[in-house]
């Protein structure tokens, strides 16, 4: 997958994107930086693209006990 590539991202966080983007062009910012900080957003919010397998982050309830 090349860098930038946006095929593993499900549907919710692209919509999430696009409404993101929007806001930061009303408030002037630059389309491609609008673009870049939405996505930014999205991967803070969410941790990512549809990821799976190792290396996975856990989240409180899922972590084992010990």
Same mark, same amino acid.
């Given at each position: 997958?090349?860098?930038?590539?946006?095929?593993?991202?499900?549907?919710?966080?692209?919509?999430?994107?696009?409404?993101?983007?929007?806001?930061?062009?009303?408030? %002037?910012? %630059? !389309?491609?930086?609008?673009? !870049?900080? !939405?996505?930014? /957003?999205? +991967?803070?919010?969410? =941790?990512? =693209? +549809?990821?799976? %397998?190792?290396?996975?982050?856990? /989240? #409180? #309830?899922?972590?084992?006990? !010990?």
């Amino acid at each position: 997958m090349p860098q930038g590539d946006k095929s593993s991202y499900t549907d919710k966080q692209k919509r999430q994107a696009e409404h993101i983007e929007t806001g930061y062009e009303k408030k %002037g910012v %630059g !389309a491609k930086t609008a673009e !870049a900080r !939405a996505w930014a /957003t999205v +991967n803070k919010l969410s =941790g990512g =693209g +549809n990821k799976s %397998g190792s290396g996975r982050k856990r /989240t #409180k #309830k899922t972590k084992k006990k !010990a």
